[in-house]
């Protein structure tokens, strides 16, 4: 293994999350999957956005600060991370949340309402705010500041280098995982991405701990250039940033298949729906239909199109999201 040294963490989330075979759905497909269960981190089931932020927030709390600032769509699941997280640590969480309409804001369900619940103050922003967020940041931070706090501002996702760690260190975790799986085949890990971070942590992680397993992601929003280029901009500046030992190379550690956004981001196709309500019927796990639906339905298409093409054994690593199911999805599933 190289040499590195991990930033501070605070330890928030349960881990090791667990792994565990999908029997059922593999003599379906075809294929061995196991999933592991990082929709288990804990902190109100917050998935994968809890394993940066303990990096995120314990760079926050270095820092002296006493209120967070982060940014997302209006049923983000990082944002609800960040506010019951913040809620723990006694921090003060402003969050800029995307609407079509800020002056008519969407009502308190789904992650909103455990937004509202943990005490975080919500700025409603319009799309073409969001595209400028920036300029709210400094301004909501200032307001902050105006109050006597020390504001501390975490980008969308977490996505940014010290949110990578989450996932560099998750990776030790899924080599264990696949070691004790037995006998080493080729293996592929799949996950979802909406801003890269998860997939910038496992690049790098993998090069690191030499995982024995190539990464694939499912792009959920946007397409696979942005992604390509977003997610090595993140390995880049962590590698230089914390000097890590590896020469990162986009062709050979980055794996995005494209072609899965459907509808769009965060809106569903009856198909994707259908596949969530199999996977709860024939292993009674719950994928969410914004992130983790639609990578799993995008990697059985492939898996339907070109059988083999994850080689042996699928890791699929379960990111949570589950809020993202408790609006209006009821009449949308029609429990097909
Ligand atoms: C449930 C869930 N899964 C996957 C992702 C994708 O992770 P990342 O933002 O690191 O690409 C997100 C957030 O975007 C998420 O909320």
């Known amino acids: 293994m190289n040499s590195f040294v991990y930033p501070p963490r605070i330890e928030i989330a349960r881990l090791p999350t667990p792994c565990q ?6 003599d379906r497909v075809g ?3 196991h999933i592991k269960r990082d929709d288990l981190t804990g902190i109100a089931l917050s998935g994968n956005k809890i394993r940066k932020l303990e990096f995120v927030l314990a760079d926050a709390l270095a820092k002296k600060a006493d209120a967070v600032l982060t940014c997302g769509g209006a049923q983000s699941n990082h944002a609800r991370a960040t ?15 995307r609407t079509p309409d800020p002056g008519n804001p969407p009502p308190a369900e789904g992650n909103i309402l455990l937004d509202r619940m943990a005490g975080a103050e919500i700025v409603w922003i319009s799309p073409a705010e969001y595209q400028n967020r920036s300029k709210i940041f400094e301004r909501e931070a200032a307001l902050l500041k105006n109050e006597g706090h020390t504001p501390y501002i975490i980008p969308e996702g977490s996505s940014n280098p010290i949110g990578a760690w989450g996932y ?12 004790a799986l037995g006998p080493e085949v080729p293996t592929t890990i799949v996950h979802a991405t909406g801003s890269g971070g998860t997939a910038a942590g496992l690049a790098l992680g993998a090069r690191l701990f030499d995982l024995p397993a190539r990464t694939v992601t499912f792009n959920v929003c946007e397409d696979q250039t942005h992604f390509l280029k977003v997610i090595e901009g993140i390995c880049e500046q962590a590698i230089s940033e914390f000097q890590l030992p590896i020469d990162f190379d986009r062709d050979r550690d980055l794996h995005i298949i494209d072609g899965y956004v459907g509808r769009g981001y965060a809106l569903s196709r009856p198909e994707e729906l259908r596949l969530i309500c199999e ?5 009674g796990i719950f994928l969410d239909p914004v992130y983790t ?4 339905f995008g990697m059985v298409q492939e898996l339907k199109k070109r059988p083999g093409i994850f080689g042996k054994r699928i890791l699929y690593i379960h990111t949570g999201g589950i809020f993202g199911l408790f609006q209006n ?4 599933l029609k429990f097909q």
């Open 83 to 97: 506010a019951v997280a913040a809620a723990m640590l006694g921090l003060r969480c402003r969050l800029l949340l």
């Open 168 to 179: 560099i260190r998750a990776t030790e975790e899924l080599k264990n995982d696949l070691a």
């Open 31 to 33: 294929t061995e999957i």
């Open 279 to 283: 996977v709860a019927r024939t292993e």
């Open 293 to 296: 639906g639609k990578a799993f």
């Open 21 to 26: 075979p999908l029997r059922r759905l593999s």
């Open 329 to 332: 999805r009821g009449q949308e």
